[in-house]
C-alpha cells in the first residue's frame, strides 16, 4: 500500500531550540495535514496545505507543501514544553476515484529537563 | 472543537466476546472513520462510511464491522474479541473529506 515516511521517529530538544521534521513519500498528494496528539487524547489539526509550494503558518509552527507535492515539513520554533507530544502528518491522494489520507507514523517530541 | 464523542472511553473484555464501541457526532458531518492506534503502527484505518448505510473497509477491517444507522452515530462492532484488537480506538469525522476530527479514543483491553 502507500507510505510515508516521516521522520525522525523522536526528537529530544532543549527548550528553546527549534525543531524540523518531515514527510516523505514515493507518491504524489493533493493536500499535507499536521495533526499533534497528546497523551490520552485523540490528534488535533494543526495546519493543512492544500497546494505545492504552500507555506502556512500557525503561531510557532510553520509548515511547507513541497514543491514536487511529494513532501511536507514541520517547523516549531523556540519549543517550550507543552510543545511535547507526537507529530503526524497525513497526505491525501485520489486514487480509483476515492480519496485517500495516508498517516505517516509520527514524531515523538521531548523536551530535556 | 468538533463534536464528536466516543463511548465507553474504557473497556476491559475477554477473548471470545462481543464488543460495540460507539461514535457519536453533533456536526451533521457526513464522513465518519475509525481507526486503531498502536504503538510502531501510527494511525490504521479499520472502516469508513460515507453517509447513513453507506460503508467501506479500510486497510485493517478484518474482525470488525460497522454500521451507520443515523448520520450522528457510527458504530464498531467487534464479534468475537482477541487479544490482538486490544488498542486504541479513535473516530474521527470529516465534512469535505479532507481535514479530519477525531475524538478523545476508547481504550480497548482483551484479556
Given at each position: 500500500?502507500?507510505?510515508?515516511?516521516?521522520?525522525?521517529?523522536s526528537?529530544f530538544?532543549q527548550?528553546?531550540?527549534?525543531?524540523s521534521?518531515?514527510?516523505?513519500?514515493?507518491?504524489?498528494?493533493n493536500?499535507?495535514l499536521?495533526y499533534?496528539?497528546?497523551p490520552g487524547?485523540?490528534?488535533?489539526?494543526l495546519?493543512?496545505?492544500?497546494?505545492?509550494g504552500?507555506l502556512t503558518s500557525?503561531?510557532?509552527?510553520t509548515?511547507q507543501?513541497?514543491i514536487?507535492?511529494?513532501?511536507?515539513?514541520?517547523?516549531?520554533?523556540?519549543?517550550?514544553?507543552?510543545?511535547?507530544?507526537?507529530?503526524?502528518?497525513?497526505?491525501?491522494?485520489l486514487?480509483?476515484?476515492?480519496?485517500?489520507?495516508i498517516?505517516?507514523?509520527?514524531?515523538?517530541l521531548?523536551?530535556k529537563? | 472543537d468538533?463534536?464528536?464523542t466516543q463511548?465507553?472511553r474504557?473497556?476491559?473484555?475477554e477473548?471470545?466476546t462481543p464488543?460495540?464501541l460507539?461514535c457519536?457526532?453533533t456536526?451533521n458531518h457526513?464522513?465518519?472513520?475509525w481507526?486503531r492506534?498502536?504503538p510502531?503502527?501510527?494511525l490504521?484505518?479499520?472502516?469508513y462510511?460515507?453517509?447513513v448505510k453507506?460503508?467501506?473497509?479500510?486497510?485493517?477491517?478484518?474482525?470488525?464491522?460497522?454500521?451507520?444507522s443515523?448520520?450522528?452515530d457510527?458504530?464498531?462492532t467487534?464479534e468475537s474479541?482477541?487479544?490482538?484488537q486490544?488498542?486504541?480506538?479513535?473516530?474521527?469525522?470529516?465534512?469535505a473529506?479532507?481535514?479530519q476530527?477525531?475524538?478523545?479514543?476508547?481504550?480497548?483491553?482483551?484479556?
Amino acid at each position: 500500500g502507500q507510505q510515508l515516511n516521516q521522520s525522525p521517529q523522536s526528537m529530544f530538544i532543549q527548550e528553546g531550540e527549534d525543531v524540523s521534521m518531515n514527510c516523505t513519500s514515493s507518491s504524489i498528494f493533493n493536500t499535507w495535514l499536521w495533526y499533534k496528539q497528546e497523551p490520552g487524547e485523540g490528534p488535533v489539526l494543526l495546519i493543512a496545505l492544500y497546494k505545492a509550494g504552500e507555506l502556512t503558518s500557525n503561531g510557532r509552527l510553520t509548515a511547507q507543501f513541497g514543491i514536487t507535492r511529494k513532501d511536507s515539513f514541520l517547523n516549531i520554533s523556540a519549543s517550550i514544553p507543552s510543545d511535547v507530544g507526537i507529530y503526524f502528518c497525513a497526505g491525501q491522494l485520489l486514487r480509483d476515484s476515492n480519496y485517500q489520507l495516508i498517516w505517516g507514523a509520527g514524531t515523538k517530541l521531548i523536551i530535556k529537563p | 472543537d468538533a463534536g464528536i464523542t466516543q463511548s465507553p472511553r474504557h473497556k476491559v473484555t475477554e477473548t471470545g466476546t462481543p464488543v460495540t464501541l460507539r461514535c457519536h457526532q453533533t456536526e451533521n458531518h457526513r464522513y465518519m472513520y475509525w481507526y486503531r492506534q498502536d504503538p510502531g503502527h501510527g494511525l490504521r484505518l479499520i472502516h469508513y462510511s460515507y453517509g447513513v448505510k453507506d460503508t467501506d473497509k479500510g486497510e485493517v477491517s478484518d474482525g470488525y464491522s460497522v454500521s451507520r444507522s443515523k448520520t450522528e452515530d457510527f458504530l464498531l462492532t467487534l464479534e468475537s474479541a482477541t487479544s490482538s484488537q486490544t488498542s486504541v480506538y479513535f473516530c474521527a469525522i470529516s465534512g469535505a473529506r479532507v481535514e479530519q476530527f477525531f475524538g478523545p479514543g476508547t481504550r480497548l483491553t482483551v484479556l
